[in-house]
């Protein structure tokens, strides 16, 4: 059985990371390398990676959780997850396409209406939704320990 170990990412990662990122075609944007965590295999070749991405307005998300389709439904996601949410204290944002709210309910995520957003996730479904929804896709906003 192949195995896979998390560590955090090296300036040589970036363009594994870049790489990722594209193949599962996500948000592009936001790729400090010095955010992220990575799953690498037996070679210490990136397999996965994901991030706790800041924003102005003090905010922060979940966010660019991507695994190599070889090493999908393994657990490589979700360790990931579990790993960068046991290192963040506070609430958690994300973005994700409207079929994923099952996987990330399993984490304590729940979707959100507008009106619970940090203005920075308002601004976004504000600006994206119609181009989203042009390419043929809703995504939806999610957040988890969020202040009452």
Known sequence: MHRYTLR?????DSPAIH???KEA???????????FLLAVDEQDTPIGCGQI???????????????????????VAR???EHLMAQHTGPLYLMC????????????????????MPRYFRRMMK????SFRLLGFE????????PV
């Open 79 to 81: 360790a990931l997850i």
């Open 53 to 75: 991405k800041p924003h102005r307005d003090g905010s922060q998300e979940l966010a660019s959780i991507a695994v190599t389709a070889g090493w999908q439904r393994r657990g």
């Open 127 to 130: 600006l994206m939704t119609p």
């Open 8 to 12: 955090p990412a090296r300036a040589v």
């Open 25 to 35: 075609d996500i948000n592009p944007t936001g790729l400090d390398w010095q955010r």
């Open 139 to 146: 995504v939806v906003v999610m957040g988890k320990d969020l």
């Open 97 to 116: 396409d409207n079929e994923l709210p099952p996987f990330y309910e399993r984490f304590g995520f729940r979707i959100l209406g507008m009106d619970e």
């Open 19 to 21: 790489a990722l990122i």
